[in-house]
């Protein structure tokens, strides 16, 4: 039974940080290209950030150089280091993997950001 779980998230005051991790089971987690995506309060989910197999990763410009996406392989986990949070950080945050053939998504952790 493929499960990701995602975990790490809360509120938090502008300018913190906050560490989300996502722990996959039930698949080849080492062969998954690993995504985080949010959806704010009334807006479209949007991918945040990737890691790809060998361990590249992307970033949407709205979180580039305050977000950093790793990768455990030996811990079957994903995480995502949010740093200099604000308000528009304010979301479900889901974590997302891709294997060869389809794509498994995780339930969510809702991150709040007050100013």
């Known amino acids: 039974q493929v499960q990701l779980v995602e975990s790490g998230g809360g509120s938090v005051q502008s300018g913190g940080s906050l560490r989300l991790t996502c722990v996959a089971s039930?698949?080849?987690?080492?062969?998954?290209?690993m995504s985080w995506y949010r959806q704010g309060p009334g807006k479209e989910r949007e991918l945040v950030a990737y890691?790809?197999?060998?361990?590249?990763?992307w970033y949407g410009e709205s979180v580039k150089g305050r977000f950093t996406i790793s990768r455990d392989n030996s811990k079957n986990a994903v995480h995502l280091q949010m740093n200099s949070l604000n308000p528009e950080d304010t979301a479900i945050y889901y974590c997302k993997a891709a294997t060869y053939t389809t794509t498994y998504w995780g339930q969510g952790t809702h991150v709040t950001v007050s100013s």
């Open positions: 039930g698949f080849t987690f080492s062969e998954s290209q």
């Open positions: 890691i790809t197999e060998p361990g590249t990763t």
